[in-house]
């Protein structure tokens, strides 16, 4: 028997399909989305050719990976899942681990959380002590917990996330675990730990060389600064991201930076730049499918609207935003939705209050009267067993309740003394100019009808359509109702305010203008002696 001989290693001819698998990934990581593609394709064939199965799972996978963020949902999910069967058959356990991590990816993507996270379990089972797949796994699952607004178990995941990549010494993993952290700090507010994340996220990523990481670490430190109105390093570092995602040829990530952009401009005082900014953060979204993206740059351009006091254009962008991000909350897009939602709706609420503000505004008679009967109809509406969506809609439709009277001559809104019967008339019609002004702004609560019936009376005397009994929305009720009550006990430019004692006396002499729960519950929050608030607020 001869000697025995030194085993060479790998055959040379199985040489070329590993290199052709690292220079995917490095094309990959750099953002070259076509060239990774290339690389992977070129991977598959040479290690098919050459039987070397281990690599060929791996090329799969990532091939399958980058066509999934090419949008190609059905060609990924193919090659992932022979990517795992693949695996299984090798009897490689952490590959079969890393191909079912892809899969629940889109699931997640897809908006099925509940078979992502299913999917996510066993790949850590299979992971067992493979470090940088337990990390990017737990990373993940952070994401998911996240979204669900579960920033306690997301941060969690995330620290097992970073003391797993931290043991593969994995600085990658590193990097993008630190980036997480950072989200999280942020939204919880804890801003300095925020920016020492994205700044250690950055040095990782650089050292690893994915420059798009550095570039999303570049613009989550510009929204700190913008948090902090530190507006000048927020612009340097917004514009730094937006050159990295330039050149990189990514749309996405650049909507994003034009929002921060032009939220920089609009809070430092440059409303033509901002619009022009966050019409192209629009734009882009658009272009790239992000709805996300729309939803945030419509939000930001309505608040630019705001800013300068045209509010039906900041309503109908806010409205738009809603919409869209009612459409992530079905497909659960990556973002906490409910926060946002709730973000969004207390800028339409800003707005709606600034502009019934703006009404009244030009009359000293009246100016805090839409504040008052809000916060009466909401009382009333809370007293009626009314849901917190219900309530809203009522407290914005009190905000907006009068705006028709922009249309109404000054000289009749603002006589001394008893309107003529042709200048009543006159007055009446801005139920119906109310309802005209709104015509092209939709919103998401259904408050036109409050705006042109709260004058409506059951009886069928009311105005502007004598409607009667239950052909007056409930809601148009409660503002009508709370809406006499105000008036009754302020000073008028014809007569002065009449006691609270006086006015609900008026009010029971005048309880058949209203369904007989309403008055109830009118006398129940409002009227009660007992609540000092409102005491206060009719004073």
Not at 39 to 45: F, H
Not at 291 to 307: I, K, M, T, V
Not at 340 to 350: C, D, P, V
């Amino acid at each position: 028997m001869g000697p025995a001989r030194l085993n060479p290693g790998p055959d040379p001819e199985l040489r070329p399909a590993r290199e052709m698998l690292r220079n995917g990934q490095s094309q990959d990581r750099a953002g070259r989305l076509d060239d990774a593609l290339a690389s992977y394709e070129q991977a598959v064939r040479l290690a098919e050719g050459s039987g070397e199965q281990a690599a060929l799972v791996e090329a799969l996978r990532r091939l399958g990976v980058v066509h999934h963020r090419r949008n190609e949902a059905e060609r990924a999910t193919e090659l992932c899942r022979r990517s795992y069967r693949e695996a299984v058959q090798l009897g490689d356990l952490v590959l079969a681990g890393e191909a079912l991590n892809a899969l629940a990816g889109f699931e997640f993507e897809s908006g099925e959380i509940a078979a992502a996270r299913g999917i996510y379990l066993n790949a850590l089972a299979l992971a067992g002590s493979a470090a940088p797949l337990r990390g990017r796994i737990e990373q993940n699952l952070g994401i998911l917990a996240c979204i669900q607004g579960e920033h306690q178990e997301a941060y969690d995941h995330y620290r097992r996330s970073l003391e797993a990549f931290e043991g593969a010494q994995d600085e990658r993993g590193c990097a993008l675990a630190h980036h997480n952290l950072g989200m999280i700090a942020s939204r919880r507010g804890e801003l300095d730990e925020a920016e020492r994340c994205f700044e250690q996220s950055a040095a990782e990523a650089a050292r690893a060389g994915d420059i798009h990481l550095e570039g999303l670490c570049e613009l989550n430190r510009a929204e700190v600064c913008h948090t902090r109105q530190q507006f000048g390093d927020a612009m340097r570092r917004a514009e730094a991201a937006l050159d990295i995602f330039q050149r990189l040829g990514d749309h996405r990530a650049k909507s994003d930076a034009y929002r921060i952009i032009g939220m920089v401009f609009r809070d430092t005082g440059r409303p033509a730049l901002a619009d022009e900014r966050l019409r192209r953060s629009v734009a882009l979204a658009l272009e790239t499918g992000s709805l996300l993206g729309q939803a945030e740059a419509s939000r930001e351009l309505g608040r630019l609207h705001q800013s300068v006091g045209r509010n039906q254009e900041a309503l109908t962008l806010l409205n738009a935003a809603h919409g869209l991000f009612q459409r992530l909350d079905a497909r659960v897009d990556l973002v906490d939705v409910s926060r946002k939602m709730s973000e969004l709706e207390g800028a339409f609420l800003a707005v709606v209050r600034d502009w019934g503000q703006s009404i009244e505004s030009a009359d000293r008679y009246t100016f805090g009267h839409c504040e008052r009967v809000a916060d009466y109809a909401v009382a009333v509406a809370a007293a009626l067993g009314l849901d917190s969506i219900q309530q809203t809609t009522v407290r914005l439709g009190a905000y907006l309740h009068d705006v028709g009277k922009v249309r109404v001559p000054h000289e009749v809104l603002n006589k001394p003394g008893r309107l003529s019967d042709e200048e009543f008339e006159l007055m009446k019609l801005h139920t119906v100019y109310g309802v005209e002004l709104l015509a092209g702004v939709e919103f998401p609560w259904d408050i036109k009808p409050i705006i042109r019936w709260h004058h409506e009376k059951l009886d069928g005397t009311g105005y502007p359509d004598r409607l009667r009994g239950d052909e007056i929305p409930l809601a148009a009720q409660i503002i009508g109702i709370v809406d006499v009550f105000d008036a009754l006990t302020t000073t008028r430019s014809y007569r002065s305010a009449m006691t609270r004692g006086a006015a609900l006396a008026e009010m029971e002499r005048c309880q058949a203008w209203w369904r007989p729960e309403v008055f109830g519950a009118f006398m129940a929050s409002v009227g009660a002696p007992s609540n000092p608030g409102e005491v206060k607020s009719a004073a």
